[in-house]
Nanobody
């Protein structure tokens, strides 16, 4: 059974930090790009960051460059998103995402809420 399970969300003050984790199971993690999407209240889901399956190349949305860092540990089947200098506009539900162009498969987690507010 394929599963992506996120953890680490919560309420944090502006300027604070959170680390999101995603645990993958039921598929060959090494063959999949992994990433994070965010859905803010009343808005669509947007890609925040991703990391490739091969060379570990990373992508960041302009809004989070220099503040967020994505990493993965294939041996633990984990992907992380370190979020620093958080802003209120970072608020939303963060979804873990995996994609394999070779297999044509995409998986989603259930999401974890991040709220940045004073």
């Amino acid at each position: 059974q394929v599963q992506l399970v996120e953890s680490g969300g919560g309420l944090v003050q502006p300027g604070g930090s959170l680390r999101l984790s995603c645990t993958a199971s039921g598929f060959r993690v090494n063959d999949y790009a992994m990433g994070w999407f965010r859905q803010a209240p009343g808005k669509g889901r947007i890609q925040i960051s991703c990391i490739s399956s091969g060379d570990g190349a990373t992508y960041y949305a302009d809004s989070v460059k220099g503040r967020f860092t994505i990493s993965r540990d294939n041996s633990r089947r984990m992907v992380y998103l370190q979020m620093d200098s958080l802003k209120p506009e970072d608020t939303g539900v963060y979804y873990c995402h995996s994609n394999s162009a070779a297999y044509g498969l995409t998986y989603w987690g259930q999401g974890t809420q991040v709220t940045v507010s004073s």
